[in-house]
């Protein structure tokens, strides 16, 4: 590769980074088809996740262009009543935590339909949103929730700054692995943030993602993952000081990163030096925790093939439920069409008479599976496993069973699974 070419780290600039997984080469995960394109080729890019070796960020190159995938997006929020929840009772902690009265100013980064910040309207606190997708921001409209179309850097928060005042609260959730200009991103929640306001950050834990082996939740759209350190390192970048860490169950394990200011900032809590020691425990701090990672991957890889081969033999029929971005990536990872996959299901309508990128798997409407009573359910978002198995805890009753493809290849029985 060319010296021009290499990529480096976008966090520290270091030219020489380090291998840890490579998948081949995908379309966009959220890049549905209609059925027109069909007949039409899909542009793909390498999916190869790499670590540099001097600030021990995990990353991707940036081979898509943001504005071109979220200008018009796949994913609302509020399709999942698991995560509407969460957001609920995020709004309701973190008003008690921060003491957030009516005077009060929150700003959401990616916010996305308004599934969080029409609890915060609920409340009679003022907020915005700023989203960048006109379509799901036009949603969240919709709703009562004020939202600017914008993506966010320094200039952008700045200027939200000066129409409506800097924000007590700042929250950023599952969007700080989703932008390539990690720096500039970070420059704009502290021009968001008062000198002595709060900014919440939601993101999957990389720790999660390496000892789970959610080697799934690597695409394009993720150009970066996060351990407690490397976020440090990242929002240090703006003078914003990380002093408490929760870790959460989302995504199959996140953490929910509390920064402020460095001169409001104060000394870190027990349970962050508690999280780092962990990650560095795992050799998530140096290059040990990620050698054998590859390895497990090729076996969740082989396992799921294995299963969905055998049941074809058999006769059997195996359909999907979900179309998340990240099952787009195990799809195409695995090589599985429909011949051994016909379809999958989602609730949300979009992504309904489309196919999924790559792999051209059908998306229907959830109720299809309740008219072809399938052997077997793959369910793709594994991550929202308790809401789903009680979801599709009908397809028991003529014999039908849940499959998990990760960490680890389960089939299960939805009835003795909410029991």
């Known amino acids: ?51 540099c070796p001097n600030c021990f960020l995990a990353q991707l190159p940036p081979l898509i262009d943001p504005a071109e995938t979220f200008t018009e997006y796949a994913y609302f929020s509020s399709f999942s009543h698991s995560w509407l929840k969460h957001a609920e009772t995020f709004v309701t902690t973190a008003v008690d935590r921060l003491g957030l009265t009516g005077s009060a100013f929150v700003v959401e980064v990616a916010s996305n339909d308004g599934y969080l910040l029409r609890n915060v309207v609920e409340r009679g606190l003022r907020c915005l949103g700023i989203e960048p997708s006109v379509n799901v921001g036009a949603a969240a409209r919709e709703k009562g929730v004020p939202t600017l179309t914008a993506f966010l850097d320094a200039g952008a928060g700045a200027a939200v ?29 502290r021009e968001l943030v008062a000198d002595d306001g709060w900014v919440s950050i939601e ?68 349970r962050m030096r508690a999280v780092l020691a962990e990650e560095r425990a795992a050799g998530l701090h140096d290059l040990s925790g990620y050698r054998d990672f590859a390895a497990r991957v090729e076996e969740v890889r082989l396992a799921l093939l294995e299963f969905l081969i055998a049941a074809k033999r058999r006769g059997e029929r195996v359909v999907g439920y979900g179309a998340p971005g990240k099952g787009n990536t195990l799809l195409n990872h695995c090589g599985i069409r429909p011949d051994l996959l016909p379809y999958t299901v989602d609730r949300n309508p979009y992504k309904h008479g489309r196919y999924t990128p790559g792999t051209r798997i059908p998306v229907s ?46 089939i299960v029985t939805p009835e003795r699974e909410v029991n």
């Open 1 to 51: 590769m060319p010296e021009a070419d290499r990529p480096s780290c976008r966090l520290c600039g270091c030219a020489e980074l380090t291998g840890v997984l490579d998948l081949g080469a995908s379309p966009p995960c959220e890049s549905f088809l209609a059925e027109t394109e069909l007949d039409s080729p899909e542009l793909t890019h390498p999916l190869h996740l790499r670590l």
């Open 365 to 410: 409407a959830p109720e299809r599976i309740a008219q072809d009573r399938p052997d077997y359910v793959l369910v793709l978002p594994w991550n929202l496993r308790a809401e789903l198995t009680a979801q599709l805890g009908y397809i028991a009753e003529w014999g039908g069973r849940l499959v998990f493809p990760i960490p680890r290849l389960e």
């Open 203 to 270: 993101v999957q834990h990389l720790a999660s993602l390496i000892e789970l082996t959610q080697y799934d939740t690597i695409y394009h759209e993720h150009f970066q993952y996060y351990t407690v350190a490397t976020a440090q390192r990242a929002l240090a970048t703006a003078g914003l000081a990380v002093v408490d860490v929760e870790k959460l169950p989302t995504h199959g394990g996140s953490i929910r990163l509390w920064a402020r200011p460095e001169a409001a900032a104060g000394e870190p809590s027990e």
């Open 161 to 189: 700054r000066r129409e409506h005042g800097p924000a007590d609260l700042v929250v950023a959730n599952n969007v700080y692995a989703h932008i390539p200009d990690v720096l500039g991103f970070t420059r704009g929640l």
